[in-house]
């Protein structure tokens, strides 16, 4: 009875499949599925992101409502979510009393959370990217007025935003957000994808110029604060010190940042005043290795008709 039944279903199963062709009507129908199919997902993720900005607002607050979510985010995503008890949730939260009572995490917390809202209309808005280059680099300046308290939170701020329990827990991923750094201390990014790209054009060279200041305190401030080296003596006097990363920085990526500060300039109208820096920054600074690439670029952009000398000097990209 058994071997029958096995022989009927497989005869069932393995027969010959028939040819059924999908008429007009069918593909219209199909399309109409698939239609309220996507509008449903999108209608879903919509209500999903609103949810987020509502709870990520109210956060952004203050210091205490920051916390409030980040612990209720915790709990759900790290112990809810991995089916652990509540004794093992109030557990963590003892062991780590002195961290979550410390202000500059505290603070961190704010500013991590600030930048993925920020990425959130990024991702929202992709065509208007231009649009919230003010409130980057409000952000920027925000942890950079603070950095010497929170130099020991340079884990959590560099970061991308979207590994964090704040995005975790309200399943906010960035897979459809290009050109847009992913963590608030990507300096060199924000502003080359977010803040000077609106700026590039003759009527904003003042603004331009302004921008390229801040960038370069900015990075400046991130090696110095950021960057993990205990200092040491410079060796000119008691009372500074540099960490080898600050060393490197000014010796390596402050001239080059200086340089293409002057090449941007340059590219977006103020040729003549620019092309005199530009010459004063090769002369005040020939032994760096940069100085040949920059001679050539230089030529270059003062004589575009000029060809290269093949197998000569590159322009050094910004680092």
Known sequence: MKRSYLLFSLFVFSGPLLADPLTQADREELRERLKAIQEGAQAH????FASAADDFRAALQNEDAAMALYLKCVEQADFI?????GQDFRDWKRNNEDRLKNPAFR???????NWL???????ARPAEVAKLAPDAQEALRAIFANANNLSGQ???LS??????VFARTYNISESKLKNWPSSPLQVAAIFD????????????????SAAWDTRIQMEAARVEEFSGDNDEPNGLTRR???SPAMATFREEALPQLHWRKQVDLFQCGDQRAAALRMLTHINDNLTKPNAPAWIEEFQQLVNPEVKPIEGGAKPTPAP
């Open 117 to 123: 809202v920020l990425s959130m209309r990024a991702a």
């Open 154 to 156: 340079r884990e959590l």
């Open 81 to 85: 979510e991995q089916q652990k008890k």
């Open 45 to 48: 993720q919509e209500k999903r």
């Open 107 to 113: 603070q961190a917390l704010r500013f991590q959370l």
């Open 193 to 208: 994808q977010i803040i000077m790209p609106p700026l590039r054009k003759p009527d904003s060279l003042p603004a331009l």
């Open 240 to 242: 500074e010190t540099v």
């Open 159 to 164: 970061r991308s935003v979207f590994e964090s």
